[in-house]
């Protein structure tokens, strides 16, 4: 039994470990934000998220919701490449120094990469706390003797990942995550909950390590060292790009200075100089400009793509490795370990059978062109989600069809999903009200879409009424789609009223 929960046991101390430092690293990040956010209300913009959001900026446990993802990320796929590494410097390489240079090698290429644009210290803790405190566990809680790499502990459970990959290979393609939501984690309640959190806190840990180009609203401290003629076309040309200028005092992404000799200007935070760029390139490509600026800022390149790679490989790994030993503890009351491992791999494989039945269906599900219509009547889900899919692909207008069967009233969170997306194409004037009701719908994401295509529709009579609901909302997800609804459309931050030349 020891040898049974000696892998789930390392890889939940590497996985605490890793909470630890996340809660750290998005309870920072969060302040940061709570500062940006209000330097943004006292301006007078538009802010998102807005203060039924940065109410809970504060929160210990907004911090330790949104910290989940790095912990089931990055924290999974580092747990669990220290847990192999330490089992095969302690077993198969006997703590040779070799061995050890090796490993403390790959383990300073890794930190090496993470700060090769600069330092960074919330990836640098990752790569080692973690790896640190599951090394230790990894080599104290090893029993003295097991089977863990012989051919017999090792053939059912890599047998059964691979069977597992096999299988989900299947529907392995760039709608796959979008499958999985619609059809096995919208379908059922314990899904629902875990789409819910989702949507509720990846966004606070996304605010944490994402460049700051892709940051939604950015603040910007015009310099005292422009005339009148620069600040004024500046301040249009920024705001117009979501840098929003804000009085000098607060910290600012980005603050803007001229040298009048040269006829350059200053990008820089911190009181450091970033970048210089002549006057004419910063007013004819802002675009470019702002654009390089974020590049040279960015700290989190490497590490993000660390974190997905980690999520897409280390986190279902680590998520089978404690399913197996789950799966096998009960029979080797009973049985040998041998035959406790064949049935632990037969009830992972069957689990992970189970539910990719539902996604595959919903891959597979086909519309007949020539009767789009009727599907949207029919009385299979998985049909029916199809055809809206397939009415979105095709922009093909389906207002009345839709209507006509009460899909925006749908029980199934799916199909008013992919109806509100659909309806991004629709001419008919009957869609803005479907729209409208699809942008109150208590599920985020349908808001969401609903949102979105309220912008891809280019109605200018819609921008009010999306204003309205960033301000009213109390989730953050809505207001980020409704803000960029706004900007699809054209809406530019109005100028701040506290700020003058």
């Known amino acids: 039994m020891k040898r049974r929960l000696y892998a ?8 605490l470990s890793a909470q630890i430092v996340a809660t750290a690293h998005v309870y920072l990040s969060n302040l940061d934000l709570l500062q940006a956010t209000e330097a943004v209300m006292r301006a007078g913009y538009l802010a998102v998220p807005n203060a039924r959001v940065t109410e809970h900026l504060d929160s210990l446990t907004t911090a330790m919701a949104g910290g989940l993802f790095f912990t089931l990320s990055i ?6 490449i220290t847990l192999i590494g330490a089992w095969l410097w302690e077993q198969t390489f006997r703590r040779r120094r070799k061995a050890t240079f090796f490993f403390l090698l790959i383990w300073a290429a890794c930190l090496f990469l993470v700060n090769d644009n600069g330092w960074n210290l919330w990836a640098s803790a990752y790569l080692v706390v973690v790896p640190l405190v599951t090394a230790v566990a990894a080599i104290q809680l090893l029993p003295a003797r097991t089977t863990l790499v012989s051919p017999a502990g090792v053939l059912w459970p890599v047998s059964a990942v691979i069977v597992l990959a096999l299988l989900w290979g299947l529907v392995l393609d760039r709608h796959m995550f979008a499958n999985i939501r619609d059809h096995l984690l919208l379908g059922n309640r314990a899904g629902r909950s875990i789409t819910g959190a989702y949507y509720t806190y990846t966004l606070y840990p996304a605010e944490a390590f994402k460049s ?17 003629h620069n600040w004024n076309r500046l301040e249009r040309t920024v705001r117009a790009h979501d840098y929003l200028p804000i009085p000098v005092g607060y910290p600012a992404d980005l603050t803007i200075g001229h040298d009048a000799e040269e006829k350059r200007f200053s990008l820089g935070n911190n009181h450091q100089t970033v970048l210089t760029v002549p006057e004419r390139e910063l007013f004819d490509s802002p675009d470019k400009v702002l654009a390089a600026y974020s590049r040279n800022q960015d700290r989190n390149r490497m590490f993000r793509t ?5 999520l897409l490989l280390g986190f279902p790994l680590v998520l089978f490795a404690f399913l197996f030993s789950v799966m096998g503890s009960l029979p080797n009351l009973f049985l040998s370990v041998a035959v406790s491992d064949v049935i632990a791999a037969i009830l992972c494989i069957g689990v992970g059978g189970i539910l990719l039945v ?21 009385s299979s889900k998985i049909t029916r989600i199809a055809a809206l899919r397939q009415a979105y692909e095709d922009r093909r207008d389906i207002t009345i069809d839709a209507k006509k069967h009460g899909l925006e009233k749908s029980p199934h969170i799916a199909e008013r999903y992919w109806l509100a997306r659909s309806l991004a194409c629709a001419k008919n004037p009957r869609a803005h009200a479907m729209l409208l009701a699809l942008a109150d719908d208590p ?3 349908v808001a969401c879409q609903a949102l ?28 980020m789609y409704g803000y960029r609804a706004l900007r699809t459309l054209g809406w530019v931050q109005p100028r701040s009223p506290q700020l003058s030349y």
């Open 452 to 479: 979105w295509a309220m912008g891809e529709r280019k109605n200018r009579a819609a921008v009010q009424e999306i204003i309205d609901r960033i301000n009213t909302a109390s989730h953050w997800y809505i207001q």
């Open 75 to 80: 924290g999974a796929g580092m747990s669990l």
């Open 358 to 378: 539902p996604v595959y269906q919903g891959r597979t599900a086909t519309v007949a062109p020539a009767n789009p219509a009727i599907a949207l009547s029919a």
């Open 306 to 310: 660390l974190t997905l790679a980690c």
């Open 212 to 228: 700051l180009e892709l940051k939604q609203i950015r603040t910007c401290v015009l310099g005292d060292t422009l005339n009148r």
């Open 8 to 15: 789930p046991a390392v890889l939940f101390i590497g996985l």
């Open 443 to 445: 599920v985020p994401i």
